[in-house]
C-alpha cells in the first residue's frame, strides 16, 4: 500500500483542523462531545493501522499459517473496517452533521454481523450464518446462510476486495466532510466580517 494513504493524509488534515486555536478551545467546552471526537478520531487513524496491516501481508509471504491464523485475519479485518465505520460515524456525530453509511459501507456491516458478529442470532433468530472453514484463507472465505425455513444460500466473501472498496468509501467521506467543515466555518467567519482561516 503507498504511505502514506489517503486515509491517513485526510486524518491527519482533520486532527490540524480541530486543534487549530481557538477551534480546539471552543470544541473542548463540551466534554462529551470533545470526548466523542477525540475517541472516535483515535479509532479512525488505529483501525487504519490495522486495515492496513492486513494489506500489506502478501499472500505469497511464508507465515505460520493454522485454521486459528486464518480465523484471527478474518475476524480482524471485518472488525477493524466495522470500527472504522463506526469512528466515521461518531466523527460526524460529533460535528453535528447528517451522515449515512451509503450502500457500500453497509453491505460490509452486513457481511461482518452475517460472518462474525452475530452469526447464530441474525435478524431475531430468523437468519443463521456459517464460514465454510475449508474455504477460509487469508483472501477470504465462503458463507453460508441459512433462514428458520431451512433456505440456504453461498457467498464467497473476498476481504482484499471489500477492504478496498472500504477505503474508497471512508476517503471519499473524509474528504467530504473536510470539505463541509471548511465551507461552514468560511460562511461563519464572513458572516462575522473576518478572514477566514483553514
Same mark, same amino acid.
Given at each position: +500500500? ?38 472516535? +478520531?483515535?479509532?479512525?487513524?488505529? *483501525? ?25 485475519? #478474518? ?5 477493524? +473496517? ?101 465551507? *461552514?466555518? #468560511?460562511? *461563519? +467567519? ?9
Amino acid at each position: +500500500m503507498a504511505y502514506p494513504s489517503p486515509i491517513r493524509v485526510l486524518e491527519s488534515e482533520l486532527r490540524d483542523w480541530v486543534n487549530e486555536p481557538p477551534r480546539r478551545d471552543t470544541l473542548a467546552r463540551d466534554p462529551h462531545r470533545w470526548g466523542k471526537l477525540c475517541s472516535a +478520531m483515535d479509532l479512525l487513524g488505529d *483501525t487504519q493501522l490495522a486495515i492496513e496491516a492486513f494489506l500489506d501481508v502478501h499472500p505469497d509471504v511464508e507465515v505460520e499459517d493454522t485454521d486459528g491464523d486464518r480465523y484471527l485475519v #478474518a475476524y480482524g479485518a471485518l472488525q477493524a +473496517m466495522f470500527l472504522q465505520q463506526d469512528a466515521l460515524c461518531h466523527i460526524h456525530e460529533a460535528f453535528e452533521i447528517d451522515f449515512q453509511l451509503g450502500e457500500t459501507l453497509t453491505r460490509i456491516r452486513e457481511i461482518r454481523n452475517d460472518s462474525i458478529g452475530h452469526p447464530s442470532n441474525r435478524k431475531d433468530g430468523r437468519t443463521f450464518h456459517f464460514i465454510v472453514r475449508v474455504s477460509l484463507s487469508r483472501q477470504g472465505f465462503d458463507l453460508i446462510s441459512r433462514d428458520a425455513t431451512g433456505e440456504s444460500s453461498l457467498e464467497s466473501v473476498n476481504l482484499i476486495q471489500l477492504t478496498t472498496q472500504q477505503q474508497d468509501a471512508i476517503t471519499a467521506a473524509l474528504s467530504q466532510l473536510l470539505s463541509t467543515l471548511r465551507r *461552514t466555518h #468560511a460562511q *461563519t +467567519m464572513s458572516g462575522h466580517g473576518e478572514q477566514p482561516g483553514r
